[in-house]
């Protein structure tokens, strides 16, 4: 059983930097694509930042130039450096990342349980 442990929240202040980290562990043979999500109250979750398993990466316009998504694929890692916070980044965080358990079976879309971030003005 694969699982995704997310690290990192916290609550700061207008301006600063938070750095969310999460890992997988459990049976893994390869890990695709990974990405972070976002959820605030009353509002959808929405793709906040991407990193192909070329190392390619997609952003949301609203977080281009202040967040930045890596990964480590040696440790089954994925991080995302935020800076500049603000308070409309103020959500849920949640990493996702589509693995492959065997050589043989197809990616799995699987989430962390999500990590909160809270931003004061």
């Known amino acids: 059983q694969v699982q995704l442990l997310e690290s990192g929240g916290g609550m700061v202040q207008a301006g600063e930097s938070l750095k969310l980290s999460c890992t997988a562990s459990?049976?893994?043979?390869?890990?695709?694509?990974m990405a972070w999500y976002r959820q605030a109250p009353g509002k959808q979750r929405e793709l906040v930042a991407m990193?192909?398993?070329?190392?390619?990466?997609k952003y949301a316009d609203s977080v281009k130039g202040r967040f930045t998504i890596s990964r480590d694929n040696a440790k089954n890692t994925v991080n995302l450096q935020m800076t500049g916070l603000k308070p409309e980044d103020a959500a849920f965080y949640y990493c996702?990342?589509?693995?492959?358990?065997?050589?043989?079976?197809?990616?799995?879309?699987?989430w962390g349980q999500g990590t909160r971030v809270t931003v004061s003005s």
């Open positions: 459990g049976r893994i043979f390869n890990i695709g694509n």
């Open positions: 996702n990342m589509q693995i492959q358990v065997t050589i043989a079976t197809t990616p799995l879309n699987t």
């Open positions: 990193i192909f398993g070329d190392s390619s990466t």
